[in-house]
């Protein structure tokens, strides 16, 4: 089945560029939705964005200046870059298919802490 | 674009009925049927629980059952079972071809 693996730096300086990368194994990248979540310590889940295996991407209003997720079909994979960290970006950030909205497989999840 | 509002916390015995809502506005919520539940235990990744208001994935127990009026939906958990204690999150479709979560709610199982 489908399985999704996050993968990136665990530490990020303020005001610097987090990037992350999500492949997926034990199936195609094609004809789906793909979205990046995150999760702050101790708070709930948030929708950053999706990007579509052709390209076409939306993200979420409140961190859209900041965001680009892009898709590179030859190898499976999907990245997130989110730009000008600060504290506030710390969190667990999850990598899902999206189906409708509907997350039916995600990756274990990433921690991602912002400091210098 | 808000976060969908829940309960911070609901509780009950083993073999109980709870039930967590899930309010938005008629721009999510309410416009769409595209609601889903999850359930996430500590340092876990959430797990689908119901998709598109009302639907159950393979695999989760019939226990489980959504449903939604006007802008409010409903995660109904009845026969509660100790290893039901967890967090669990809505999601909506949020138009505009976004997604907007709510902010969780604790279920204890006492």
């Known amino acids: 089945q489908v399985q999704l693996q996050e993968s990136g730096p665990g530490l990020v300086k303020p005001s610097e560029t987090l990037s992350l990368t999500c492949t997926v194994s034990g199936g195609s990248i094609s004809s789906y939705y793909w979205s990046w979540i995150r999760q702050p310590p101790g708070k709930g889940l948030e929708w950053i964005g999706y990007?579509?295996?052709?390209?076409?991407?939306n993200y979420n209003p409140s961190l859209k200046s900041r965001v680009t997720i892009s898709v590179d079909t030859s190898k499976n994979q999907f990245s997130l870059k989110l730009s000008s960290v600060t504290a506030a970006d710390t969190a667990v950030y999850y990598c899902?298919?999206?189906?409708?909205?509907?997350?039916?497989?995600w990756g274990k999840g990433t921690t991602v802490t912002v400091s210098s | 674009q808000s976060a969908l509002t829940q309960p911070r916390s609901v509780s009950g015995s083993p073999g109980q009925s709870v039930t967590i809502s899930c309010t938005g506005t008629s721009s999510d919520v309410g416009g769409y049927n595209y609601v889903s539940w999850y359930q996430q235990h500590p340092g876990k990744a959430p797990k689908l629980m119901i998709y598109d208001v009302s639907k159950r994935p393979s695999g989760v127990p019939d226990r489980f059952s959504g449903s939604k009026s006007g802008n409010t939906a409903s995660l109904t958990i009845s026969g509660l079972q100790a290893e039901d204690e967890a967090d669990y999150y809505c999601?909506?479709?949020?138009?505009?071809?976004?997604?907007?979560f709510g902010g969780g709610t604790k279920l204890t199982v006492l």
């Open positions: 990007i579509y295996y052709s390209g076409s991407t």
């Open positions: 999601c909506s479709y949020a138009g505009s071809y976004t997604r907007v």
């Open positions: 899902a298919r999206d189906y409708y909205s509907n997350y039916g497989v």
